[in-house]
């Protein structure tokens, strides 16, 4: 199931990008295998089996610094369709699987790699983290109230800029394989994804629509019409009317006064009418607001936390949430007309899948035995 079913991934396990990446692919229907570093390990910080992003997995937990943990590893690269690594630049080839032994093996072989800085640039070689690349990149400066930037989670940078872009070039190369017959190697870096999708942003800085200052544009918190408000009861909703028709309806449905808003006023007027819209949002409850915008053209949305969202009758009717083990969690997106994506299976202990998989490549069970008893397989 899935329209990725039979692709084959091997994931070199990390934290963050990476995992999300091949688990955005195993949802796709690729069989994917994720090679942990010890049978404790979990980039997380937290059990393998706890670790949404393992979903759809199979585990295996190899010491690659062992020879015939890495002879097993490479075994495995041998029958595989995509590899990804996340190690910061000349570590896999240090370790005896860069890309030119894995083609050697393999020539059909798509080799992700994801980084932060990348795989060249003074930076390369660095510790960095998501904040760290949004900042060079014009991304973390545009984000915020007027007296400092905010960071925007890691949604941004590692799992926009980096998964996402990733998986472009894993899905694109693959297509490509099937004309040349030939893999390539992939440099992901956050920072090039991050920057990327500032593109419209340059737009319109190039046309004058838009100012470095945070809180002065229309979709930055500096509009009045495009943000988020309190309610009563210390909630939260969000509006976006930017349209004139869109925020006609919303001055007429939220009751508010026209002398005063009603018509959508010039950027000098933005932070007089921001205070008495915040005003007239805290005379309501976010459900009462709820009640009264929701499902309309007024462009609203309560602001719902991590909780309260999986209950929103939309998500519910759209089982945008499923439950795995009793845990809560996305769906796997998008969805498909003919391959539609497989239910994931939940998360597994590190290494709970070692026998089945080194068994489908043809590894016996005195092998398997014999690189468990040498500390190869832990």
């Keep these: 199931m899935g329209p990725l079913a039979g692709t084959k991934v091997i994931e070199i396990k990390g934290i963050g990008p990476g995992p999300y990446a091949a688990m955005l692919l195993a949802d796709l229907g690729a069989d994917v295998t994720v090679v942990e570093r010890s049978s404790s390990f979990s980039g997380l910080g937290i059990p393998p089996q706890m670790d949404v992003t393992s979903r759809g997995k199979k585990s295996i937990a190899l010491d690659v610094k062992h020879p015939d943990g890495l002879a097993t590893l490479l075994q495995l690269i041998a029958k595989a369709d995509v590899l990804i690594e996340g190690f910061r630049p000349g570590v896999a080839e240090r370790l005896g699987f860069g890309p030119d032994a894995c083609h050697a093996i393999n020539p059909g072989l798509v080799f992700a790699r994801l980084t932060g800085w990348g795989q060249t640039g003074p930076l390369s070689s660095a510790a960095g983290h998501d904040i760290n ?3 060079i990149v014009g991304v973390l400066a545009a984000i915020g109230g007027k007296d400092a930037p905010v960071p925007p989670l890691n949604l941004v940078g590692d799992y926009a800029g980096g998964s996402l872009f990733l998986v472009v070039g894993v899905l694109a190369a693959l297509l490509e394989r099937q004309r040349s017959g030939q893999g390539q190697v992939i440099d992901a870096a956050i920072v090039d994804g991050a920057a990327h999708m500032m593109s419209p942003f340059y737009g319109w800085r190039n046309a004058g629509a838009w100012q470095l200052e945070r809180e002065a544009n229309i979709i930055d918190g500096g509009a009045y019409f495009y943000g988020v408000f309190e309610t009563k009861d210390a909630k939260f909703v969000s509006i976006g009317p930017l349209e004139p028709q869109f925020y006609q ?10 002398a005063v808003f009603g018509s959508q006023l010039p950027p000098t007027e933005w ?3 921001k205070q008495q819209l ?14 009264l915008l929701e499902g309309t053209d007024c462009c609203f949305a309560p602001v719902l936390d991590l909780e309260a969202c999986t209950g929103h009758p939309h998500n519910v009717a759209r089982d945008t949430y499923i439950d795995l083990n009793g845990h809560k969690q996305p769906a796997p997106a998008p969805r498909f007309s003919r ?12 290494g709970n899948d070692a026998d089945e998989v080194l068994a489908a490549i043809g590894v016996s069970d005195d092998e398997i035995r014999r690189l468990r008893e040498n500390g190869a397989l832990t």
């Design 133 to 135: 690349y949004l900042s």
């Design 271 to 273: 932070p007089r009418l």
């Design 339 to 350: 391959t539609p994506c497989p239910t994931p299976e939940a998360p597994k202990p590190a």
């Design 249 to 258: 309806q919303f001055v007429d449905t939220a009751g508010l006064d026209k």
């Design 278 to 291: 915040a005003d007239e949002f805290r005379k309501k409850t976010q459900h009462e607001w709820a009640a």
